[in-house]
């Protein structure tokens, strides 16, 4: 069965510090990837996603992720991040053909001043 | 609307008890999904309705568990003989059809088994 693993649970960094978060798929086909957050009391939100092109996707907030297709990663980055960044982070992964996103168990992120 | 609704937001319960978590998805949107969130352990997928396709219900964990979705449109996620392990944040995404575009998530039910 298609899995998406996050390797890192909860992640401490202090403001400015650059943020990388791991993200690794088992499916082989053709996929579509995404990264939601869930900042604290909200619900779901998309960062980001690709499909095809460039696999350098730049997203919402400075956040960008890049598909390596050879790893099976969608690691997704932050050059700088602020306490504002605090939430969880989700990687999401869809076959071609309509199938429903499977995520990954998340990783949370908290950001101190 | 102008986003996924669900209701309630809250939710607490009897063990035994049925219950009933309903979703107001995007209008247009003709795609629908439940989720299942639980502490550790990111969503599990439960359902998808795609149109008037028959629905995706390989992610449903037992058969005390069901949904619908009247009119292509509002949807209703139906829990019977509550466990306290039903105990989670139910969540409803919809989503326009075709692969190209994200799911938006409604803020969930969170649901308590006692």
């Known amino acids: 069965a298609q899995s998406v693993s996050q390797h890192n649970h909860h992640v401490i960094l202090s403001e400015a510090a650059s943020l990388e978060l791991g993200c690794n798929y088992s499916?082989?086909?053709?996929?579509?990837l995404f990264w939601y957050v869930q900042y604290p009391g909200q619900h779901l939100q998309l960062l980001l996603k690709y499909f095809s092109g460039d696999p350098l996707v730049k997203g919402i907030k400075g956040f960008e992720a890049e598909f390596i297709k050879s790893k099976f990663s969608f690691n997704l980055r932050k050059p700088s991040v602020q306490w504002s960044d605090t939430a969880e982070y989700f990687c999401?992964?869809?076959?071609?053909?309509?199938?429903?996103?499977?995520f990954g168990k998340g990783t949370r992120l908290s950001v101190i001043a | 609307g102008a986003g996924v609704s669900q209701s309630p937001s809250n939710k607490v319960t009897e063990k035994g008890k049925d219950v009933e978590l309903r979703c107001d998805p995007i209008s247009g949107h003709t795609a629908l999904y439940w989720y299942r969130q639980s502490l550790g352990q990111g969503l599990e997928f439960l359902i998808y309705f795609q149109g008037n396709s028959a629905p995706d219900k390989s992610g449903l964990p037992s058969d005390r568990f069901s949904a619908e979705r009247t009119g292509g449109s509002v949807s209703t996620l139906t829990i019977q003989r509550t466990q306290q392990e039903d105990s989670a944040v139910y969540l409803c995404?919809?989503?326009?059809?075709?692969?190209?575009?994200?799911?938006?998530f409604g803020s969930g039910t969170r649901l308590t088994v006692v």
């Open positions: 995404a919809s989503s326009l059809a075709g692969d190209s575009y994200g799911y938006t």
């Open positions: 499916y082989g086909g053709t996929v579509n």
């Open positions: 999401a992964v869809t076959r071609r053909g309509n199938t429903p996103l499977v």
